[in-house]
């Protein structure tokens, strides 16, 4: 396949790519070996503390536990604002949020937010979001915990489009523990005075382009959840597009059979659409 990126001196050369909770960069594995096949530099951090494998975080989940918003976000503008040229951002489930975050602040020539966390205002709250979410949100005190799935649960928040054999080894793989705080603080900041820091300011005009993209069968983000995010954008000029892959759940879309049509279609759409921008310093 000809690597568009040679054809354009200026065009992004690097993807950075942003996972989501209960999972680490390990999530990515196969984009990571697919870009780079295109001649792209890939960047795939982990959340600061989650620099180690994730057997290692099921065994010991304080850095989940001690894990911000704002930290997230520093440590990332830390990494892009150290590269020559904008990159490329692509964010899955909480990273798709991050990715808002970091566009929104000035970093990226594109962003691709897939089966996005909705950022705040967003109050579009399907049954099948309010039953994957319920074993974290039905108590307060996990708030204050690192909260993980079960087989089961996972199986209907992440890989409900898989056999349940399947669904269990994607579980043994990838999953880890999520930090309750960070899970509450979405609904919280929509009945919170101020904003909080799942805020993005929609009407910013000097945003880099932003894909979202949705899985049809997501349960524990759902297309509904998705769409009303785009709608909140189209108050600016900033290009702002949607695609739907039917028939995919939350992990499928990123690492289920027929992945690859995904990836490929948001790297097409950001090398289309990436602006030439310059970086902004290092917050």
């Known amino acids: 396949m ?26 990515w594995e196969r984009w990571v070996d697919r870009y780079e096949s295109r001649g792209y530099r890939v960047l795939a951090p982990a959340y600061p503390g989650f620099e180690v494998e994730v057997e290692a975080l099921r065994e010991d989940p304080s850095p989940v536990e001690a894990l911000t918003i704002p930290a997230i976000v520093e440590h990332f503008e830390g990494i892009i604002g150290e590269l020559n040229r904008p990159p490329i951002i692509v964010g899955h489930s909480a990273g798709g949020l991050l990715t808002q975050i970091l566009l929104d602040h000035g970093y990226g020539a594109a962003g691709v937010a897939i089966d996005s966390v909705p950022a705040e205002g967003i109050r579009v709250v399907p049954v099948s979001q309010i039953r994957s979410l319920f074993p974290i949100l039905r108590n307060l005190a996990n708030r204050h915990k690192a909260v993980g799935f079960t087989p089961e649960q996972w199986h209907y928040a992440f890989a409900n489009t898989l056999s349940r054999e399947e669904s269990d080894e994607v579980y043994e793989r990838y999953h880890i523990p999520a930090s309750g705080r960070l899970v509450w603080s979405g609904p919280l900041a929509n009945f919170t005075p101020g904003h909080q820091d799942t ?28 769409q009303s995010n ?44 990436a602006a030439t921008r310059r970086q902004p310093a290092t917050r």
């Open 2 to 27: 000809t690597n568009e990126n040679t054809l354009q001196p200026d065009a992004p050369d690097t993807v950075v790519l942003v996972h989501g909770f209960w999972v680490t960069p390990r999530s």
């Open 230 to 273: 785009v709608k909140h954008y189209r108050r600016t000029r900033s290009i702002t597009d949607y695609k739907e892959f039917p028939g995919r759940s939350h992990y499928s879309v990123i690492g289920h059979d027929g992945w690859e049509e995904v990836a490929d279609y948001a790297l097409e759409w950001a090398i289309e659409h």
């Open 199 to 226: 805020y993005v300011n929609f009407r910013n005009e000097d945003r880099a382009p932003l894909l979202f993209i949705a899985g049809g069968e997501d349960n524990i983000m759902p297309p509904a959840v998705n």
